[in-house]
């Protein structure tokens, strides 16, 4: 009786573990699409800029974008190890 619940328990423990993967995992695409997309909006933003003649906010957009996009690239980064991580599980 008692080795069936410390067998349960860590059970409970490595399931708790494999959602919390998941769930990280998911938080890493979500934080590197993010900003993608910012860098993205902020490239519309410095075209419509220079369309409408106005320099100062094409400058701004630009520099935005490019804050954006070099975030992403070390988000990618950083994350292209930790993607490949799982946790080693046995039969159930």
């Known amino acids: ?5 410390h067998w349960l328990r860590a059970k409970a423990l490595r399931d ?4 919390e993967m998941t769930l990280v995992q998911l ?12 860098a993205t909006q902020w490239g519309d ?6 369309e409408k003649r106005l320099p100062g906010h094409a ?4 520099r935005q974008s490019q804050m954006y996009s070099l975030l992403a ?5 950083a994350f292209q ?9 046995g039969d159930e």
């Open 73 to 77: 690239q070390d988000a990618q980064a």
């Open 45 to 50: 933003r410095m075209r419509e800029s220079l």
């Open 1 to 5: 009786q008692v080795y069936r619940v």
């Open 16 to 19: 708790q573990w494999k959602e």
């Open 59 to 62: 400058c701004y957009s630009g």
């Open 81 to 89: 190890d930790l993607q490949n991580v799982s946790i080693e599980t």
């Open 27 to 38: 938080e890493m695409d979500w934080t590197c699409h993010y900003f993608s997309w910012r």
